[in-house]
């Protein structure tokens, strides 16, 4: 394969190097904790850090109650004595030891404040705000911050943290709008000035708009201002990594996303914004936690080969380390569980020579668009699913966006799960994004198609790109037409059925005479359309149910039998389309049919993809690349992540703690480098490489939790 075919991000190579071993050490306290700070020894706290090969720490200096832990005029301060100054003894004890130490500081969760100017409170539509009833335990209270209170505050306990503590960054939590992309603000300033600027403040879209436009000034105004203090230190903000974030990224140094997989995220989430935000130009750190489940989960802690596997997902997405950690008040770190994140980290140390300048590549990209400030919130697989429920007492409109992105992240994270289970090398891009650069494009149906992106992904097909397009994002928006001009077809609104079918010709599920009459469910719905382009090909057929008004409560209505005019799967021009939310119903029901189809679709668009590997559907393979510097030789390396989760109730956590070790499992890979040799990376183990069709072949004899192979360029090239 000609690498140049290939998208490989060469800003990421010229990126200041980071530190790849990282702790986030969470600590909030009330008035009524006894003991704050009691069990830290600074000699012990940064022996024990050194111990578990962590390079860089991210500590607390004001927490979500919004006490202080540096000496502040401004406070406040916790009565119990001695906990004002433990930022300072804990950066001074880090500093000494050599391990980089960045400062926390929570911006719209600030408990003290909440009580003491309710006026700045975050309001709903319905005039309520997150505050508890006097008396009940608070839920991190948001602030909004168009209040100048707010971010005066932040500003004025910056410059205090800055003069008084030598740290090597600081790292603002809590500044972008309402978890889950419900971005709005009833408080009377925000709807004064939406007025004001002749918005309706009951529309989501100036709502979002106004909450896009807060957040951006905010970064700007803490970046700016943290800088002219310090010339040169780390500026970082927590998830900062969703639609509308170009906006924002001139003014940090580092993207961190949050994503405790066993808690709400699930797996799903930093594959997906991972890949998103190393579009974006800056280094990216993927921060999972020690917990079994959720922050705050004292007596939880993961088993060691969970965070390993989690630690190897990340590192092969490209992403730099960090594991969120809470001791306690008596800020004693455990040794159980920096023994546990020891073991992870001595692991991706020994990688690291394979990490640094290691570029991501990618042949696609799966195309987002939607609301600002989305995250593509696909929901978790753990028990911690309290975001719908809150919502779920909302307003209307509140409950509609919020249904509006978690409806866009399932589209996204089911496309996600069928690219990685094909073993397909991509990124996430947004329309800003040099589309043009990949072989593939994947539109998920919450891409809505104008007639400018409709001309831009018809120019890209016929010049050669090939495009995969579910459900809306094949409609052309605005019409009754599809939008791919080879396929000449026509829509005719939705399946009016609860449970549309489709049939399959044959060629595409590759058994024909097995499957020729069986109706498979459409389990999310489908478009009705008609094709009528010259070469076009329909693969599939919808299928209507039969006429039953009383079937049986909780069955379905079953298939006629009768395939209809109307197209379930059709291809035309190199490009293919799904009439039916391809991705949704894959994330929500994960039917093989869905992915075989998917899958057949992508052996006909991207017939020769550049890594081609034996193992299972379940394992994680990606790419990156190395290019040749001092003794180092040019490098493509593969990552080959072996998920296999036992079994867990529904809707409960994954747990990753005894993989089925993955026996002789080949890695080919398609590129014109001359390779010289190829070994794996983590136990140093030579693997015989020869060239076959196309592609340099190795076979790794044994996989457990993870396997990073890299092909050596020859020396002269």
């Not at 202080?68 to 406040?76: A, I, R, V």
């Not at 410059?159 to 603002?172: H, K, N, P, Q, T």
């Not at 050669?464 to 599809?482: E, F, K, N, P």
């Not at 006429?547 to 049986?552: E, F, G, Q, R, Y």
Request: charge should be negative; hydrophobic fraction near 40%; glycine fraction near 10%.
């Amino acid at each position: 394969m000609d690498t140049g075919s290939l998208w490989i991000d060469e800003r990421l190579r010229e990126l200041p190097q980071r530190p790849w071993r990282q702790v986030m050490i969470d600590f909030n306290n009330s008035p009524g904790v006894q003991g704050v700070g009691a069990a830290f020894d600074p000699g012990e706290f940064a022996s024990t850090l050194k111990d578990a090969h962590v390079e860089a720490v991210t500590v607390v200096a004001k927490d979500v109650n919004g006490y202080c832990y540096f000496p502040s005029g401004l406070g406040p301060h916790l009565p119990e004595p001695g906990s004002g100054d433990l930022l300072v003894r804990q950066v001074e004890a880090c500093k000494a030891a050599g391990i980089r130490v960045q400062a926390i500081y929570p911006v719209w969760a600030d408990e003290y404040l909440a009580e003491r100017h309710p006026e700045w409170l975050l309001m709903r539509r319905d005039r309520t705000t997150g505050a508890p009833p006097v008396g009940e335990t608070p839920t991190m209270t948001q602030m909004c911050i168009s209040h100048p209170g707010v971010l005066d505050t932040a500003l004025q306990h910056t410059a205090e943290i800055l003069e008084g503590c030598d740290v090597d960054g600081m790292w603002f939590d809590m500044i972008n709008p309402a978890p889950f992309s419900v971005a709005e603000c009833y408080c009377l300033r925000c709807v004064t000035e939406l007025r004001d600027a002749g918005e309706d403040p009951l529309d989501m879209d100036a709502q979002r708009r106004r909450q896009n436009d807060l957040f951006t000034e905010a970064v700007r105004r803490l970046s700016e201002h943290t800088r002219s203090l310090r010339p040169g230190i780390q500026v970082e903000y927590n998830t900062i990594a969703v639609l509308g974030s170009q906006d924002r990224i001139p003014h940090l140094d580092n993207i961190e996303i949050e994503c405790q997989p066993t808690g709400l995220w699930g797996y799903d989430y930093l594959p997906v914004h991972g890949r998103y935000a190393r579009t974006l130009g800056v280094p990216v750190y993927g921060m999972t936690g020690k917990f079994n489940t959720h922050w705050g989960d004292y007596g939880g802690l993961k088993h060691p080969v969970q965070l390993r596997t989690e630690l190897a997902g990340t590192v092969a997405n490209g992403l730099h380390c960090d594991i969120g950690d809470d001791p306690g008040p008596g800020l004693r770190l455990d040794p159980a569980t920096y023994s546990t994140i020891g073991e992870a980290y001595a692991e991706v140390a020994r990688l690291e020579p394979y990490l640094e300048q290691a570029v991501p590549v990618a042949e696609a990209a799966i195309v987002v668009d939607g609301p600002l400030l989305s995250q593509f919130f696909a929901g978790g697989d753990s028990d911690n699913g309290a975001g719908l429920e809150e919502a779920l007492q909302r307003p209307q409109e509140t409950l509609e966006a919020y249904m509006a992105a978690h409806m866009l992240g399932t589209s996204v994270s089911g496309v996600a799960r069928l690219l990685m289970e094909h073993g397909v090398q991509f990124d996430v891009a947004d329309l800003s994004a040099d589309l043009e650069r990949y072989r593939l494009l994947v539109l998920p149906e919450s891409v809505e198609v104008d007639a400018a992106l409709a001309g831009r992904l018809n120019g890209f097909a016929e010049s050669g790109g090939a495009v995969i397009a579910s459900h809306h994002a094949a409609h052309l928006a605005g019409s009754d037409r599809l939008w791919p001009a080879a396929l000449g077809g026509t829509h005719h609104g939705p399946a009016p059925f609860e449970r549309p079918y489709t049939r399959v010709a044959g060629e595409l599920l590759g058994q024909a005479e097995r499957y020729a009459e069986f109706d498979f469910a459409l389990y999310e719905g489908a478009e009705q359309w008609r094709i009528a382009g010259d070469g076009a090909r329909v693969h599939a057929h919808l299928t209507e149910p039969v006429s039953d008004a009383m079937h049986l409560k909780d069955y379905a209505v079953p298939a006629s039998g009768v395939p209809s005019e109307y197209a379930a799967v059709a291809e035309a021009g190199g490009v293919g389309v799904f009439s039916f939310p391809v991705g949704t119903s894959y994330f929500n029901h994960g039917y093989w049919v869905y992915r075989e189809l998917f899958g057949q679709m992508l052996g006909r668009l991207l017939p020769e993809p550049v890594l081609r590997t034996t193992a299972p559907r379940s394992a994680e393979v990606t790419l990156t690349h190395q290019t040749r510097a001092g003794n180092r030789p040019e490098r493509w390396i593969a990552h080959v992540v072996n998920y296999s989760p036992m079994r867990a109730p529904l809707g409960r956590i994954a747990r990753l703690e005894e993989p089925i070790p993955l026996n002789g499992v080949e890695v080919a890979l398609a590129v014109d480098t001359p390779i010289s040799g190829a070994f794996e990376a983590r136990t140093g183990t030579r693997l015989p490489v020869h060239r076959d069709r196309g592609r340099w072949r190795v076979t790794v004899p044994r996989i457990e939790v993870a396997a990073t192979v890299a092909f050596e360029a020859a020396a002269d090239r």
